[in-house]
Structures are given as structure tokens and as C-alpha cells.
């Protein structure tokens, strides 16, 4: 299949380049790439003028979001890097590094024990990479330039998301399960969604940190997060997790979807407004 055309489409004075792709899906989703470019899927039913229609409904929403691209290249990729919310500078050197350091953080209102937590997951932190090494403030790369550079730590973060994430979603998991319990029995809600633990994919997207799929026909169920959720704080990896398994019972996000979420976790609200505003205000690696 070729790539969709790239157009422009232009209002106000304003030049937004996008393109259109049609697909299976049912419904019609909107996002900028990573250049900025709107992308708009559409099921294969609608015409390319609906695209249009999408585009000036939401232009202000994408002027915005092209402005905070732009601010958000301007710094550069590996000035600093978060893990769990927490800055670490990066310093490139040709010459290895070889000590570790006992790394404390902090955690607000989470389910779990935070020193628990993170004493778990500094393993993986820690020797995810060989060439990569975590101290007090820094995070040291071995490497050649700054390409090598990129290339490690990207390779870094995904193994380490793989090594922590699985273990902090089976125990999400569990709270999951007793925190919905009640609310399903109330309300009557029978699926079978609910009985196990849906499989859990890893990848390195940046457009979104986690995601729910659903097939009726094969009764299968599967959650993807974003390697990148090693970043965020872990009050609001928390947030993303559970957000992902109300979506096995409501699959929309309609008013019984958020009164789950109310069951499961009672300050998704504010969590989910302060991870928006960090999200717009740090680097994501």
C-alpha cells in the first residue's frame, strides 16, 4: 500500500499539511505526527470532505498542539531524561562507567508501598543496558556520538519498560479486580473480560501511552503501553494502567465508564489534569 498524499489544508491565513487514510475502524480519529503533518483515519464509508470538515472543526486544537511540538524540539532529545518523574541529565563519554548509586524517588498516593516500588523496578533501571549507567543525577552513556547516543537510550528505555511494566501491571491488576468487583455486582454487569489478566504489549510510541482492544468474534482481549510511560511519574503510570482495564468492562468512554473509574480509582480527575500538564511541560523521552 502506497503512503497517503500529504495536502494542505489552509484557513485563516493558516497552512496545516495532513493526510487521509481509510481503514476498518468505525469511528474517525485525529493526531499530529511527530513533523507536525494531521493525520486523519477515517472509516472507508465517509469522502475526503469529512477529513476536511474534521480539520477546520479542529483547527485551533491543532495549531495549538503544533505550537507545543515546535517548543518541545527546541530542547534537545537528550539535554535531560525522566524516570519516574524524576530529571536525570545525560552525559555522552567515550569511556565506560561502572558504579551504581542507590536511587531514591517519589510517589503520591499509589497503591502499593513506593519504596516497594521502586526497589523493584531499579534492577531493571539499572542494568538494562550495558554502555548505560545510573547515578545519583546522571545518567552516563557510553557511546560514539551523539547518534549512538540516541540509539542506546532508546534501546535502554524499552528494555527497562519491559522489565518493570509487566510486574507493576499483574499487581495493578489484583486492585483492579477488588476494586471493580463491587461496582460490577451493583450494577449488574456481567462480561468475561474481567476474569484474567489480558495480554500486555510493550512498545515505543509516543502518541499515546496505553491502549485497550477488544475482539468480540475471538473473545480475545490485549492492553499496549507506551515504554515511555518510565517517565511519568508513578502516580500516573497507575492512571494509565487502570484507565486500560475499565475499558475491558465499557469499552466507550460514556458516563458508566467514569463511574468504574470513580470504583477503581477516585482522583482519576486530577490525575489525569496534572499529567496533561506535565506532559506539556517536560521532555518526553
Known amino acids: 500500500m502506497s503512503e497517503p498524499k500529504t495536502q494542505i489544508f489552509e484557513h485563516g491565513g493558516q497552512k496545516i499539511p495532513y493526510r487521509v487514510i481509510f481503514d476498518r475502524h468505525k469511528t474517525v480519529r485525529l493526531r499530529l505526527d511527530n513533523a507536525g503533518c494531521a493525520v486523519v483515519k477515517m472509516p472507508f464509508s465517509l469522502s475526503k470532505d469529512y477529513a476536511q470538515k474534521m480539520l477546520l472543526k479542529h483547527f485551533q486544537w491543532i495549531v495549538q498542539k503544533q505550537e507545543e511540538q515546535k517548543n518541545i524540539s527546541a530542547k534537545p532529545e ?9 530529571a536525570f541529565s545525560v552525559a555522552a563519554s567515550p569511556s565506560p562507567r561502572n558504579f551504581r548509586e542507590k536511587l531514591r524517588f517519589a510517589a503520591q498516593n499509589t497503591y502499593f508501598n513506593q519504596e516497594q516500588i521502586f526497589l523493584a523496578a531499579l534492577p531493571a533501571v539499572q542494568t538494562a543496558h550495558p554502555h548505560i549507567c545510573l547515578t545519583a543525577n546522571t ?6 556520538n551523539s547518534e549512538d547516543c540516541l540509539k542506546k537510550l532508546a534501546a535502554w528505555r524499552k528494555k527497562s519498560a519491559q522489565a518493570f511494566l509487566p510486574v507493576y501491571y499483574e499487581r495493578l491488576w489484583q486492585v483492579f479486580r477488588e476494586q471493580s468487583s463491587r461496582f460490577l455486582l451493583q450494577h449488574r454487569v456481567h462480561t468475561a473480560y474481567h476474569t484474567c489478566l489480558p495480554p500486555l504489549t510493550i512498545r515505543s510510541c509516543r502518541r499515546t501511552y496505553g491502549s485497550c482492544r ?19 511519574p508513578l502516580e500516573y503510570i497507575e492512571f494509565v494502567i487502570l484507565h486500560e482495564f475499565c475499558h475491558l468492562i465499557f469499552p466507550d468512554h460514556s458516563p458508566r465508564f467514569y463511574a468504574l473509574f470513580d470504583c477503581v480509582l477516585p482522583r482519576h480527575k486530577s490525575l489525569k489534569a496534572a499529567a496533561n500538564a506535565w506532559s506539556k511541560t517536560h521532555n518526553p523521552f
Open 78 to 86: 537528550t539535554e535531560e531524561i525522566f524516570i519516574f518523574g524524576r
Open 139 to 144: 545518567l552516563h552513556v557510553q557511546c560514539r
Open 214 to 232: 477488544i475482539s468480540p468474534k475471538r473473545q480475545e482481549t490485549g492492553i499496549t503501553l507506551s515504554a515511555h510511560l518510565m517517565g511519568l
